[in-house]
């Protein structure tokens, strides 16, 4: 798993939700559209406290 898809230590929520959708822009551009969307919704889990 790329670094981009693990949490940090001492790392918020919303910085790791913001992180996740910052690499989905970057898989959505190489056409990657289902890992995109696969990323977007884990950044929501993320921010809503489920992950």
Avoid: P, Y
């Avoid at 992180?19 to 970057?26: E, F, H, K, V, W």
């Avoid at 551009?29 to 696969?38: H, V």
């Amino acid at each position: 798993m790329s670094d981009d898809m693990q949490r940090h230590d001492g790392e918020t929520n919303v910085e790791f939700a913001a992180r996740l959708r910052d690499t989905a822009s970057r898989i959505h551009a190489w056409g990657g559209d289902e890992e995109r969307a696969r990323l977007l919704a884990r950044a929501d889990r993320v921010e809503r406290g489920e992950e």
